[in-house]
């Protein structure tokens, strides 16, 4: 089965605390919502207390066009999907000795808060040594859905070319997304919630032998579930000053409602019933989010503290979140032979499931 061998997160450079953030937006929005004070409680309310920017908070100060954002972006997502591949590929953590860039057979790199043309990975590749014939990957549009999926299309490729060794590459700037002249609900509760990251794994197949320091996760089976008719629930409106958000309040009912039977499903096409998976590997979408992957999936709370520690850390950071979450059950909690679901949801709306098994 093809197995991830290692990962690594990044640390961006402005850390906000929540209750600064809050002041930040009171200070952007006052003056044209008459019911802020009402919205400012989510910053207080939901579970998250630190967040992780590319950009200072003065930064959202002053007037930016969309092309100034996306130049920013191309930049440093190129920077940080350069510095979170080096650091996996040389992750002393999981690696008993470096990869070097050249043997990697592919790149799948997941984003969808910036656009570029050529895709990042081209861009990384003129900064790292890879080889000239690596396939390149590139997926936008998956949001939150894309670190569990970008996992899941790696095993996928690895299940075809089995030699192959596969970097998942997932980096969002939503802060440079972030419009302060949208006086939106969702505008300011979105504020309170995203955050920057980016994180890399790498997934090899059944046929490359790897020496590593710890058990690590097999990949067992994935499965993906889309919803029709869904197009409205997240996703982006594109203006001419930007992103702008689409994310629906009901997101957590229609979790509540909806993933069980999938996730439940997918577990009994692998012979499993929840009671048996050890660890819930979840994007912590919001703090109600979290929530409703406990009601749905008869989980108690405290299945979901490593993923409520992450949202606490660093926010919704989109795609990389879930691999913030994974990479600590990697370093501190998994042990061989136990099993773990990965979830995440996105625009679609669509959810992506992972089972593992770590092995020796
Ligand atoms: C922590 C929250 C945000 C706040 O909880 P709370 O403090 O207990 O407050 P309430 O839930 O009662 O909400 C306060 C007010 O905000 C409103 N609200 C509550 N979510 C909403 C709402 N999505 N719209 C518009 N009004 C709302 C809510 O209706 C209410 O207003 P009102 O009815 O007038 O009292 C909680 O609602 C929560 O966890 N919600 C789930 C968040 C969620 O859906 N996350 C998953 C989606 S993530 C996603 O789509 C990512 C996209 C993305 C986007 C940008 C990027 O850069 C990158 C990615």
New binding site residues.
Partial sequence: MPKIVSISTHQLPYSVQQENAEALTKELFHAEMP?LE??L??F????IQTRHFCVPPEWHRTEHSFEERNNLYIQLATQYGVSVIQNCLQNERFLTTAIATQDIDAMIFIS??GISTPSIDARIMNELPFSDRLKRIPVWGL??AGGAAGISRAYDFCQAYPTAKVLVVCV?L?SL?FQPNDF???N???A???ADGAACVLVCGDEVSIPTCKPLPSILATGSKWMPNSEEV?GWQVKNNG?H?V???S??SIITTWLGPFVEQFLLEQQLHMEQVQHFIAHP?????LQAYEDTLYLASQKNNISREILRQYG?M?SPTVLYVLEQFMLHTAQQEDTGLLVA???GFCAEAVLLRWGS
Avoid: A, D, H
């Avoid at 207080?44 to 579970?47: D, L, S």
């Avoid at 979408?285 to 989010?289: F, N, Q, S």
């Fill in positions: 019911k009402r919205y409680k989510v207080e309310n939901g579970g969808s808060t949001g939150c969002e939503c997304t939106s609900k969702s300011i509760v979105g309170s919630l995203f997240m992103l958000v994310f629906q309040k997101i957590p979408g919001g703090k109600k989010v919704n989109s949801l996105g625009p």
